[in-house]
């Protein structure tokens, strides 16, 4: 069964600072993976989206990811952070099928220092 | 730019009883989608609707629940007897020909 592994429950970074959030996937075939954001309270807003072509993705908010295949992986980085990225960060692959059912991952909570 | 919306933002109830939640999807959207997430923990599938019928279901989603399309524009979901364990944010999403959901705000369920 597909599934989806976010393996930081909680990162920490300065603000100004470079991230990455690690996602790791399961399935069989090309998946097609998404990265959503979800500040306290709110709800949830796609950052980014993989589904074929070019490995290195750009979302909004100056966050880009890149699909691995090799290593199942679709790491969401951004060069500098900002406070307003402290949120939690859902990776998620779509089931395929005829529902596209998303199956998301832990998620990480990014919290920013000052 | 167009927008998946919900309501109640909150609705607070006593176990045992009916809820619905209601949702607006985006209007040239076909497919829809209710996922929910337990606090502190990740979002769940629940239930998938296209063409009027149910197209997949969660475990999750057992007789206490129902979704429907009343009138071609709002998608509900019935919880018939909330449970306490029911209590959770509730999602609705929908989709056009992009294979990309489209969330609303959410839903938070508190039951009592």
């Known amino acids: 069964a597909q599934s989806v592994t976010q393996p930081d429950i909680h990162i920490t970074v300065s603000e100004g600072a470079s991230l990455e959030l690690r996602c790791n996937y399961s399935?069989?075939?090309?998946?097609?993976l998404f990265w959503y954001v979800q500040s306290p309270g709110q709800g949830l807003q796609l950052l980014l989206k993989?589904?074929?072509?070019?490995?290195l993705v750009q979302g909004i908010k100056g966050f880009e990811a890149e699909f691995k295949r090799s290593q199942s992986s679709f790491n969401l980085r951004k060069p500098s952070v900002h406070w307003s990225d402290a949120a939690e960060y859902f990776c998620?692959?779509?089931?395929?099928?005829?529902?596209?059912?998303?199956?998301f991952g832990t998620g990480t909570l990014l919290a920013v220092q000052p | 730019e167009p927008e998946v919306t919900q309501t109640p933002s909150h609705q607070v109830t006593q176990m045992g009883q009916e809820v619905i939640l209601r949702c607006v999807p985006i209007?040239?959207?076909?497919?829809f989608y209710w996922y929910r997430q337990i606090l502190g923990q990740k979002v769940e599938f629940l239930v998938s609707?296209?063409?009027?019928?149910?197209?997949?279901k969660s475990e999750i989603f057992d007789d206490q629940f129902s979704v429907e399309r009343p009138d071609g524009s709002n998608f509900t979901l019935k919880i018939r007897s909330t449970k306490l364990e029911d209590s959770a944010m509730y999602f609705c999403?929908?989709?056009?020909?992009?294979?990309?959901?489209?969330f609303g705000p959410g839903t938070r369920l508190t039951v009592l």
């Open positions: 999403a929908s989709m056009g020909f992009s294979n990309e959901q489209f």
């Open positions: 993989y589904f074929s072509g070019d490995t």
């Open positions: 399935y069989g075939a090309t998946p097609y």
């Open positions: 609707f296209y063409n009027n019928e149910i197209s997949e």
């Open positions: 209007s040239n959207h076909l497919y």
């Open positions: 998620a692959v779509v089931h395929g099928g005829a529902t596209n059912k998303l199956i």
